[in-house]
């Protein structure tokens, strides 16, 4: 499938900005909200221009990603055996260009990928505490995900 293919249950929900002369407020997620599930924790990943981070897969634990600070290129890969989009990829660029949250279900292969200049600051707000043994882990460059974490061009 495409990288731009839909991937059932991950949600791409834009986000509001409130912005003054003194700077802007970026929301992210609130407990009022229709897609808020429930609240485990919310950390910072940042990385460097070009460093890649993933794959990392939950069993149980849905993410929400926006990025407050830089660029980065948000890929998912449906790895779920029920899925009626198994083997979809998905890539949603997010960051100072695109404010958005993004949702991604448990099952999911996900991971990002810095660009830009600047380093990136991406915000998660999971859905329970971190446990080591709720996720999988892959190197970025596995055969067993279809993609490229190059620089394409056109």
């Known amino acids: 499938m495409s990288a731009t293919s839909a991937i059932d249950g991950v949600k791409v ?3 509001r900005q409130i912005v003054d002369e003194r700077g802007k407020i970026m ?9 808020f599930i429930s609240f485990g924790e919310i950390y ?3 990385a ?5 981070k993933a794959w990392h897969i939950h069993t149980y634990m849905t993410v929400n990603n926006a990025v407050l600070s830089g660029r980065a290129k948000l890929v ?3 790895i779920r055996e029920a899925s009626p989009t198994k083997g979809a990829l998905m890539e949603v660029f997010l960051g100072e260009d695109n404010h958005v949250l993004v949702q991604i279900p448990p099952g999911i292969a996900n991971g990002y990928k810095a660009y830009g200049d600047k ?3 991406l915000a998660n707000a999971a859905t329970h505490p971190h446990d080591p043994d709720e996720m999988q882990r892959m190197p970025p460059f596995t055969d ?5 974490w190059s620089l394409r061009h056109g």
């Open 13 to 15: 929900i834009p986000l």
């Open 27 to 35: 929301h992210m997620l609130k407990a009022t909200d229709p897609h």
């Open 44 to 46: 910072f990943s940042t």
């Open 48 to 52: 460097w221009p070009g460093a890649v």
């Open 76 to 78: 998912m890969y449906d």
């Open 119 to 121: 380093q990136v600051i």
């Open 144 to 148: 067993q995900i279809p993609y490229d």
